[in-house]
């Protein structure tokens, strides 16, 4: 559609010069001067325009960036401090076994956002959105290990149960700490002291 237009512009524009050069001689070079003077004013306020969109886009972005740097740094920051705390509890089974488990959910809302955003390279969206993959991982056992914790002691593989999830979610926090320490290093972020509450 918009070389349909440019090519009607062209169409008049020499339509009327040729009309000029016919029937109005003097007139031409007047003609041309105020044709290329419109051609050149259209051209520099569209080439400024883009410009300054260009230049805005790229402001917005690089702030969207810094601002999603500094979120991640939180909340990466928050995730570390939990999965570096020592264990939560302990449970005590019927053949008086104990079990340190660790009951907590995590949150990842930052990774999926910054890593949906476009913002960021390839490989550290990626990872952002794996490692929020992995959280809500975490989280779906973590209510698995509560279901089991809340289940009757007296259940068969009542212990079995306990120890596969607390087992599970070691591994879990293992991997998860691995995620956490290679987007820190490879994407700078900072890392602040968290508390727990």
Same mark, same amino acid.
């Given at each position: 559609?918009?070389?349909?237009?440019?090519?009607?512009?062209? %169409?008049? =524009?020499?339509?009327?010069?040729?009309?000029? +050069?016919?029937?109005?001689?003097?007139?031409?070079?007047? +003609?041309?001067?105020?044709?290329?003077? %419109?051609? *050149?004013?259209?051209?520099? !306020?569209?080439?400024?325009?883009?410009?300054?969109? &260009?230049?805005?886009? #790229?402001?917005? /972005?690089?702030? &969207?960036?810094?601002?999603?740097?500094? @979120?991640? #740094?939180?909340?990466?920051?928050?995730?570390?401090?939990?999965?570096?705390?020592?264990?939560?509890? %302990?449970?005590?089974? &019927?053949?008086?076994?104990?079990?340190?488990?660790?009951?907590?959910?995590?949150?990842?809302?930052?990774?999926? &956002?910054? !890593?949906?955003?476009?913002?960021?390279?390839?490989? /550290?969206?990626?990872?952002? =959105?794996?490692?929020?993959?992995?959280?809500?991982? +975490?989280?779906?056992? %973590?209510?698995?290990?509560? !279901?089991?914790?809340?289940?009757? #002691?007296?259940?068969?593989?009542?212990?079995?149960?306990?120890?596969?999830?607390?087992?599970? @979610?070691?591994?879990?926090? $293992?991997?998860?700490?691995?995620?956490?320490?290679?987007? #820190?290093?490879?994407?700078?972020? $900072?890392?602040?002291? *968290?508390?727990?509450?």
């Amino acid at each position: 559609m918009k070389y349909i237009s440019l090519a009607i512009g062209i %169409t008049i =524009l020499l339509a009327y010069s040729m009309a000029l +050069w016919k029937w109005k001689r003097s007139e031409i070079l007047p +003609w041309f001067h105020t044709a290329c003077a %419109t051609v *050149a004013s259209i051209l520099i !306020g569209a080439f400024t325009a883009i410009a300054l969109f &260009d230049y805005q886009e #790229s402001s917005k /972005q690089e702030a &969207d960036r810094a601002r999603y740097h500094a @979120l991640l #740094s939180v909340e990466i920051s928050g995730i570390r401090a939990h999965l570096l705390k020592p264990t939560g509890a %302990t449970v005590e089974l &019927d053949n008086l076994e104990n079990i340190d488990i660790r009951v907590m959910h995590l949150r990842a809302e930052v990774l999926r &956002d910054a !890593g949906r955003s476009g913002l960021f390279d390839i490989q /550290q969206s990626q990872q952002m =959105l794996e490692l929020a993959q992995s959280v809500e991982a +975490w989280n779906m056992k %973590t209510e698995g290990l509560i !279901g089991a914790l809340n289940a009757q #002691s007296g259940q068969p593989q009542y212990g079995a149960r306990i120890r596969w999830y607390s087992s599970n @979610l070691e591994s879990s926090r $293992e991997g998860l700490l691995e995620g956490v320490r290679w987007l #820190s290093q490879n994407m700078e972020l $900072e890392n602040y002291p *968290a508390k727990m509450y």
